[in-house]
């Protein structure tokens, strides 16, 4: 599969474009839309719905990749697997490049707060970051794949112009989130609202009257009035972003934790 | 399925013990064992191998629960689902208060270094912290299912009395690798290396001449003379603990966005 697909292409910036509502959903068509002028447009995603997918990756399945028709100009596949499957296998496999750039979305919801942990969009960001790439995630607050995302394209435009422009810290990457409506405010940058989540599950009986269960529920915002957070901004028509870092190690508690087992 | 299992125990602690190896692995096994005598344990674990699940949840599917022959005394429940499936649902349908303790592991090979994102055991600890308990994962460096885990006993032994008795910053949990052999020679208090994975697929081609891939390749460590390290340590005999963030918000970071955005 490995075909030189910019090799005639020269010095533009390679930008992968991924996500986690598969590649049928109208976000990662939005997202190559507006980045389609800024360089060479690869799109390798899931070939179906993988939200809730966070960092996993497939260790014990087969993976395949299948072409489908190019999309304003950009390569377009899908993958068999989970967004973080989608990143490594493009590198492997489909790009004869090194990307200059990683990003994901647009996702069809929030990827706000401390529940960002469980995003399939996020994951494949924290996978470029890793592997060294500058990467950014895209979520629009609303789940209605109908939604207008032109709003959303300001947003994209800008900061990943600055990005290419400018690079990235390379231990960190960004999340980013639109507010719903047609525009947004302006740009703020903070850090995940920290919350959790009510009313986890349905519960039912099956014909035979044994249990069974669904997730559902809803975040609960534990500081819906600190300016410092993400979601104050987004609840204020903003869109917010987030310096992520992967490496979750608490370099601040080493010492802590070596005094509770007694190493100090 | 909310049976009031632990309701005529009185006060003991309340462990729950959860993997991503499945209810079937030795490892919990051998982790229930290990703490039998601290608490009443009950234990709610995938009905198969999930490995590299990270925080991945369940969106889409129904979950069910089956509840396994009792052993040492502990309750044994298995999940069609994620590690992190397993602690939501136990929390919601099977226990009657809140663990005060949750337990992954003990997972059949390393969790160390960077490559810990992708970890399925660590996701379920990552859960437990988010909602507050205090929560360890363990894992021991040989994916050898037949492996001899008892020298996981004291380390388990030390680190879950200390975690009963003291409890931890309610901002992380911990993430302990048990080095192979039959000993270890004391507990290291570390960060994660830093590394990437080499070699990351197999490529095949089926029998109609089409390519496939399968996740393989090994983790490369970019810093193996570093003390500061998790793999450091476990390379030296050592069991590494490192306290873990699930919230990856890079705040150091928020300055240097604002102003790569013109906000500042």
Redesign the interface.
Known sequence: ?KENINDTMGRRPLILVTNDDGIGAPGIHDLVSAVAGMGDVVAVAPDG?C???????????????TEHSDYKGAKMYSVNG?P??CV??AM??LLDRRPDLILSGINHGSNSG?N???S?TM?AV?EGC??GIPSVGFSYHSHDQQSDLTACREVVD??VR?VIE?G??S??C?NVNIPKGDSCKG??????A?G?WTE??A??KDPHG??????TGHFHNEEPDNPETDLYWSDRGYAS???????????D??G???R??G?Q
């Open positions: 599969m719905a939200s809730g997918q966070s960092s996993a990756i497939s260790v014990n399945k087969v993976l395949r990749i989970t973080v499957d490594k296998l492997h496999a401390n960002v942990i469980y399939g994951g924290l890793m592997v800008r900061i600055t400018s990235l810290p231990d960190i960004l740009i703020k940058v903070a850090r995940a920290r959790f986890e599950y519960d039912y044994k249990p069974f269960y669904w997730l972003v987030v310096p992520v870092r992967p490496d979750q190690s608490a370099v508690r080493i802590a934790i070596e509770l087992l190493q």
